[in-house]
């Protein structure tokens, strides 16, 4: 399974988190699971149109939104 994730870097806890770090341990625990992620650190007023374009992008099996 290919999942994309959408962050908004501005958001909630994800202000104060270290995001490369974030996103580096939880690419490494769907690869341990047999599957693909694609994280994506997004400024608050582009996750809307990130989520869009995700969503059509062709291989993409689910698209997941936090922040």
């Excluded at 047999?34 to 689910?62: I, P, S, W, Y």
Aim: proline share 0%; with cysteine; net charge negative.
């Amino acid at each position: 399974m290919h999942v994309v994730a959408i962050l908004n870097r501005d958001g909630g806890t994800l202000r104060t988190m270290d995001l490369d770090a974030f996103c580096a341990d939880a690419v490494a625990a769907f690869k341990r699971h047999g599957h693909t992620l694609d994280c994506r650190v997004v400024a608050g007023d582009a996750v809307e149109a990130q989520l869009r374009d995700a969503a059509g992008e062709e291989g993409v099996d689910a698209v997941l939104a936090g922040g």
